[in-house]
Nanobody, 124 residues
Framework: QVQLVESGGGLVQAGGSLRLSCAAS?????????VGWFRQPPGKEREFVAA????????VYADSVAGRFIIFRDFAKNMVSLQMNNLKPEDTAVYYC????????????????WGQGTQVTVSS
């Protein structure tokens, strides 16, 4: 497993942007891993947002964020970031970074390493 450290998040008005970042500690790189972002809205289950295969760079998105969010990798910083644009109040949630060996899965149980979570609040 890999230890994940998240940064970013906060309060923003609808239509605004935020960037979340996820760095690996205790492991040199995300080689052979997929890194994903999930979110848990208040009173709801954790859901998939986006994921990237560190080696190939291939990306997948939930339909609810496609076209607004971008997941990308930074080799120099050994970091995966999530750029969130045109935010909506329904994007309000605790966002979690997750990682595991790349399988193409979007399922919570298939990711073994998790960050501590960071709050994103979008006001209307």
């Amino acid at each position: 497993q890999v230890q994940l450290v998240e940064s970013g998040g906060g309060l923003v008005q609808a239509g605004g942007s935020l960037r979340l970042s996820c760095a690996a500690s205790g492991r040199r790189t995300f080689d052979t891993y997929a890194v994903g972002w999930f979110r848990q809205p208040p009173g709801k289950e954790r859901e998939f947002v986006a994921a990237i295969n560190w080696d190939s760079g291939s990306r997948v998105y939930a339909d609810s964020v496609a076209g607004r969010f971008i997941i990308f990798r930074d080799f120099a910083k050994n970091m995966v970031s999530l750029q969130m644009n045109n935010l909506k109040p329904e994007d309000t949630a605790v966002y979690y970074c997750a990682a595991d060996y790349a399988t193409g899965s979007r399922s919570v149980p298939d990711f073994g390493s998790w960050g501590q979570g960071t709050q994103v609040t979008v006001s209307s």
